[in-house]
C-alpha cells in the first residue's frame, strides 16, 4: 500500500460515490431498506422493546422515520 492510500480503496474498482454514478439513487434507496428492514427485525421486534411501551415507542418512531427516508430517496431528483 502506497503513502496516502487507505485500506479498501481501490481506483479501479466500482464507483459508489459521486453524481456521476448511474445508480447512486438506487444504492441509497436499497440501504435505507437494508436499514430499515434490520432495526425492524432486530431492534423493533426484539422482545426487550416490545416490553417497554416507552421504548416501544421511541423504536416506532425511528421505523418511521427511516420508512421516510426510504419514500424521501425515490421521490428526490436524480
Same mark, same amino acid.
Given at each position: 500500500? $502506497? +503513502? @496516502?492510500? %487507505?485500506?479498501?480503496?481501490?481506483?479501479? @474498482? !466500482? *464507483?459508489?460515490? $459521486?453524481?456521476?454514478? !448511474? $445508480?447512486?439513487? %438506487? +444504492?441509497?434507496?436499497? *440501504?435505507?431498506?437494508?436499514?430499515?428492514? #434490520?432495526?425492524?427485525?432486530?431492534?423493533? +421486534? #426484539? !422482545?426487550?422493546?416490545?416490553? *417497554?411501551?416507552?421504548?416501544?415507542?421511541?423504536?416506532?418512531?425511528? @421505523?418511521?422515520? =427511516?420508512?421516510? =427516508?426510504?419514500?424521501?430517496?425515490? *421521490?428526490?431528483?436524480?
Amino acid at each position: 500500500m $502506497g +503513502e @496516502g492510500e %487507505h485500506i479498501g480503496e481501490d481506483e479501479d @474498482g !466500482p *464507483r459508489t460515490k $459521486g453524481e456521476s454514478f !448511474p $445508480g447512486y439513487q %438506487h +444504492e441509497a434507496g436499497d *440501504r435505507a431498506f437494508v436499514v430499515a428492514q #434490520h432495526f425492524n427485525d432486530f431492534v423493533q +421486534e #426484539h !422482545p426487550f422493546i416490545q416490553e *417497554r411501551p416507552d421504548l416501544a415507542a421511541l423504536a416506532d418512531q425511528i @421505523g418511521d422515520m =427511516l420508512a421516510d =427516508l426510504y419514500q424521501a430517496i425515490w *421521490r428526490a431528483k436524480e
